[in-house]
């Protein structure tokens, strides 16, 4: 099997899976630019093709935003993929180390907290999907 055209069907798989779930995705510095300095509460999903990605962080993505509190605006960077867009968006990341997969929730343009790649790997699914709910809960609105 050619390896590039392996790659290229984990990062459409991987595109699809966050899209789907509703997640807007941001391709370039620009469209980052746009999304994060929106009022409101806003999730951003760091995507990678790593297998707690697509085992954990995906999977949480998609489940945790079913709850009474959720972000207003959900989007996602692909890092290893959007590479300018994925820069941009951790600029935003004050104080983090950049992180992938990973979860930032801005609020107004600013970061409020994130769910790194240490707090993602090991974990399953439900775990990250709790991580994240009680964060909506301290920071979002009722939707």
Sequence with gaps: MDFNLFMNDAVNSA???ITEAGYAELSTPEEVDEALN???TTLVMINSTCG???GVARPAAANAI???KRPEHLVTVFAGQDREATERAREFFEG???SSPSFALLKDGKI???VERH???GFGPV???GRLQKIFDEHCEEL
């Design 112 to 114: 409020v907290t994130m």
């Design 96 to 98: 983090y180390p950049p």
């Design 66 to 68: 079913h709850y009474d």
């Design 38 to 40: 929106r009022k409101g």
């Design 119 to 121: 707090d993602i790997e």
């Design 15 to 17: 595109r699809k899976d």
């Design 127 to 129: 775990d990250v999907v």
């Design 52 to 54: 707690c990605a697509g």
